[in-house]
């Protein structure tokens, strides 16, 4: 059995706000799913599925409460918590929902505010008491992952900050991106160094906000209102040092997810118009990108650099909106607001100067957790239809 | 150098106790699987490789290479490199270089292992050797 082409998205919403001092949690989770039902043309009662990930306050049954969801008709609930990539997770498993017929309207809500209060600290596993002293945070891990790689394959600080640059070409056209303005790789090099060799702008945004998605059948997305955009292809996977053994920071549980989707929706990556790469820091990117299969292992560098992911300049245009580099992060988790660029731009709705011409094939592609420590990765393949 | 940074004591649980009373007298241990031979680190009582319950307690020299590290530089608690070095024996595990110039830490260098003391049992970290 595949989910392709079983299961369509028929609405989207990324909430404007970057910085909600003056929401509740719960209630940036209510906006976007009303931005989402309303976008797709339903109403709350068509919603029999819901999926919501750690960020959700309470989990799944208070949210499904907060939202009045309709408990007579709601049949399919997931919580799956993969930190960012959870949502490009969710997508996969409504798909699955779908398909074997558990529910027809899924909806996938998104939202937290950690620009506005501490974030609550990660949970931990067997590992706690062997490593929580060592101060893993996001920068050092990531950080840890960038080192390495530029020890095995040369990569330059220089080449990294390219992705950056390409996100905040994309980002001046975003009027809610966080950051809109123009950087240059000096920027990009002149910037603090954070954790080595992670300057400032290799690292994303911290913002309040959230996003939401309807997923739907085939029939029920045909008889909307809106471009037709379905799942062809999913993969998740998961990586960690695993006692120890043979390790290696510079690739990514992509590796694994990528193929799987890839295969599923029976295209390659130079089929791709447009990509949606998690893009916490620089590295990131560069190593999905290795990992997916744009360019071999190594060549990340040469791959993301002169411009080469910049929308109507470079081969791959990526995070169109600015991404998580410059537009929007919402709770640290980016999987969400991947999956909606690359349906805008499968719409043809993303801004008409960064929209992909003839835009019918993209990926939207993601990890959660630490990168150098656990994670866990998500690839979606999606199609205008 | 900085001043002696406080760590939290492990709270330890039955599968990682003989690690812990080990670390009071100065031993790094790790778990070797008696069925495949692969050593493994943080250890389990079952092998994360072939899944064999047979896996025991070795010493492991302390002695390892630096496989990669990244210097937080804005930190509340001061600078520090995480890294993750790669035993003698074959595990790579997660750590801080300490006791050293941090600026001077680089990939391939040469680390042995140093206790911090907590309230509870110390904690291994690595310092140039």
Redesign the interface.
């Given at each position: 059995m595949t989910i392709k082409g079983k299961a369509y998205i028929a609405g989207i919403y990324e909430h404007p706000t970057r910085h909600a001092p003056d929401k509740s949690t719960a209630q940036l989770h209510a906006e976007v799913a009303k931005g989402a039902i309303e976008d797709a043309g339903l109403t709350k009662d068509d919603i029999d599925g819901y999926f919501c990930a750690g960020d959700a306050p309470g989990g799944l049954w208070p949210m499904v409460d907060y939202l009045g969801l309709n408990t007579k008709k709601l049949r399919h609930i997931d919580s799956t918590e993969t930190g960012g990539c959870s949502y490009l997770i969710h997508l996969g498993h409504a798909a699955e929902a779908i398909a074997a017929g558990k529910c027809s309207v899924a909806l996938v809500t998104l939202a937290g505010k950690p620009r506005t209060g501490p974030m609550p600290p990660r949970a931990s596993g067997a590992e706690a008491d062997f490593e929580l002293a060592y101060g893993a945070t996001t920068h050092n891990a990531y950080g840890m992952c960038a080192m390495r790689h530029m020890h095995d394959y040369g990569t330059t600080s220089e080449q990294l900050a390219w992705i950056k640059v390409a996100a905040s070409h994309h980002a001046q056209y975003n009027p809610h991106a966080m950051l809109k303005e123009v950087v240059t790789v000096e920027d990009v090099l002149n910037s603090p160094m954070i954790s080595d060799p992670l300057h400032r702008m290799d690292c994303c945004v911290v913002t309040d906000g959230g996003g939401a998605m309807i997923v739907t059948t085939p029939e029920i997305a045909k008889s909307l209102k809106k471009p037709l955009v379905r799942l062809i292809g999913h993969g998740e996977a998961a990586k960690g040092p695993r006692g120890g053994k043979d390790l290696d920071l510079t690739y990514s549980a992509g590796v694994w997810s990528g193929p799987r989707a890839f295969e599923e929706a029976g295209v390659t990556p130079k089929d791709i118009k447009y990509a949606s790469i998690y893009d916490s820091f620089t590295i990131t990117v560069l190593m999905q990108l290795e990992d997916l299969g744009f360019c071999k292992k190594g060549e990340g560098g040469k791959f993301v650099a002169d411009g080469n992911l910049i929308s109507g300049v470079g081969k791959l245009p990526f995070n169109t909106d600015g991404g998580g580099l410059c537009s929007n992060h919402p709770v640290n988790r980016g999987g969400m607001t991947k999956i909606l660029e690359a349906v805008r731009q499968l719409r043809g709705e993303a801004h008409p100067k960064v929209q992909v011409k003839n835009c019918d094939l993209a990926i939207a592609h993601g990890t959660g957790g630490l990168l150098g420590v656990r994670h866990a990765a998500s690839t979606c393949i999606l199609e205008r239809a | 150098m900085s001043e002696a940074k406080k760590?939290?004591a492990?709270?330890?649980n039955p599968?990682?106790a003989p690690f812990?009373e080990a670390a009071k007298a100065g031993e790094f241990m790790i778990k070797r699987c008696t069925t495949c031979g692969?050593a493994?680190?943080?250890p389990?009582a079952i092998?994360?490789?072939c899944f064999s319950d047979k896996t025991v307690w070795e010493e492991s020299s302390g002695e390892a290479t630096v496989?990669?590290?990244?210097?937080?530089?804005?930190?509340p608690t001061g600078p520090?490199a995480?890294?993750?070095v790669?035993?003698k024996e074959?595990?790579?595990?997660?750590?801080?270089i300490v006791d050293c110039d941090l600026e001077t830490v680089k990939?391939g260098q040469k680390v042995k292992v140093v206790w911090k003391p907590t309230d509870g049992a110390p904690?291994p970290f690595f310092t140039p050797a």
């Open positions: - | 760590y939290n492990p709270v330890t599968e990682s812990w692969e493994h680190y943080f389990r092998c994360p490789f496989y990669t590290y990244s210097l937080m530089r804005k930190s520090y995480i890294a993750y790669t035993l074959g595990p790579s595990l997660q750590t801080n990939i904690l």
